[in-house]
Every structure is written in C-alpha cells, then in structure tokens.
C-alpha cells in the first residue's frame, strides 16, 4: 500500500541534543509537511516543499531545520531541543496544495525531551 | 487574524446520533476538511467540503454554509471505535489550511 512512513515513532532526547526525524513517502506526492502538535492542540505547521521548493512558516523557530534530498524523502532537524519542542511531529504529503488535494499523514514522531 | 472554532469535548451514546459543529474565519475560503484523530495516531480524512450542502458518506456526513462560515460532521450510528477527535480545517485564499484544536468526542455505552 501506499503511504506516509516516519521514524522513529518515539524519539527521548536530552535538552540540547540534536535530533533528526525522517519521512518517507512511496504516494509519489509533490507536497511534504512538517507539522507540531501539541496536546489537544491543532496541528502547527513548520514548513513545506512544494518539489523542491521550501516554504519556511514565519514563526518557525530557527532552531528547526528540514531537508529534502529527493522526492521521496523528507527530514526534520531540531539542532538544540528545549523542553517546550516536546511533541508529536508530524509528516504530511499531498499532490498539490490547492483545491481538495487531501493531505495524508504518517503515524507520527512522538518527541520527549528530558 | 484566521480563526477555526469547534467545541473541545462532547460525549455521547453508542448507537446515537452526534453533530460536530465548526465555525471559521478566514482569508478567503477555498474548502472545508474533516479528519478523525484517534489518540496518539496521526489524522486520517474524512470529507471535503467546497459548495454549500450535505455530503454524505456511510456514516458520516458533513455540511457547509459558506455565507455562515459554519460547518458540521454528523456521525449516525455511534461505535466506540468513533471515540477520537475531530479536526476541522478551512484552506484559505493562500491555499494555506488553518486547523481547528479539535472536538474530542466520548463514546459512552
């Protein structure tokens, strides 16, 4: 089947050390998202490439860093990770990203921070 | 500033019927988006909404009035496995989706 496959699902990490998440999608979709979601919250989004085109939300921290080798592949760097970063993260793809191109989502990286 | 309204928490009955409303203000509109979350999961669609009226999908149907800027989900039916939040998400003039925090809903036997 095709999806949207993250790693790891569960991330612990120290306050401070680096962390890289990845996503990988087989959908052949243009479009890949970052999103935070906090508990009860709506997801927030970080960031998105259009094929290779990124698009840096405003109020992204810098401490947030993405990087996409090929179209298949999709990766989340937090270079120094403070205790408010703890969260899921999560990745989306779509065709395109107007109209009712639907966003389809990966599991999930639940991130800890200690 | 873009806003996305919807209740936090509703509980209900198995085998009853439940509306979700969601209310928004945007820059412009450009469809309405439905999604299920179960707990610790990612969100999964569920329907898509642009022109005003009733879309219908086994279970679940969801409604729109553009001129109102509201919409509902209707779950008939209720499983507990429908235990999960509900997220509502408008796509703006941008193309940029804004999301609602979610109607966490409670199935009760």
């Known amino acids: 089947d095709a999806m949207v496959i993250q790693n790891p699902r569960y991330q612990v990490t120290q306050f401070g050390k680096p962390v890289t998440l990845s996503c990988s999608q087989t959908l052949n979709h243009n479009v890949m998202y970052w999103y935070q979601q906090k508990s009860s919250q709506a997801p927030k989004l970080l960031f998105h490439y259009y094929d290779k085109d990124f698009n840096n939300e405003a109020d992204t921290p810098d401490n947030f860093q993405s990087r996409r080798p090929n179209t298949s592949f999709c990766f989340l760097d937090i270079r120094s990770p403070g205790l408010g970063d703890a969260a899921m993260y999560l990745c989306?793809?779509?065709?395109?990203?107007?109209?009712?191109?639907?966003?389809?989502f990966g599991a999930g990286s639940r991130l800890t921070v200690l | 500033g873009q806003n996305i309204d919807q209740p936090t928490e509703m509980t209900a009955t198995e085998g009853a019927i439940v509306q979700i409303n969601c209310t928004y203000q945007?820059?412009?509109?450009?469809?309405l988006f439905w999604y299920q979350q179960h707990a610790g999961e990612a969100p999964t669609f569920l329907s898509y909404n642009v022109l005003d009226g009733l879309e219908e999908k086994g279970r679940f149907s969801s409604f729109l009035s553009r001129s109102k800027g509201y919409s509902y989900l209707l779950l008939k039916e209720l499983q507990m496995k429908d235990s999960a939040s509900y997220l509502c998400?408008?796509?703006?003039?941008?193309?940029?989706?804004?999301w609602g925090a979610g109607t966490k809903l409670i199935i009760k036997p």
């Open positions: 998400a408008v796509r703006d003039s941008n193309y940029q989706l804004i």
């Open positions: 989306a793809t779509s065709r395109s990203n107007n109209g009712a191109n639907v966003l389809t």
């Open positions: 945007t820059s412009g509109f450009n469809g």
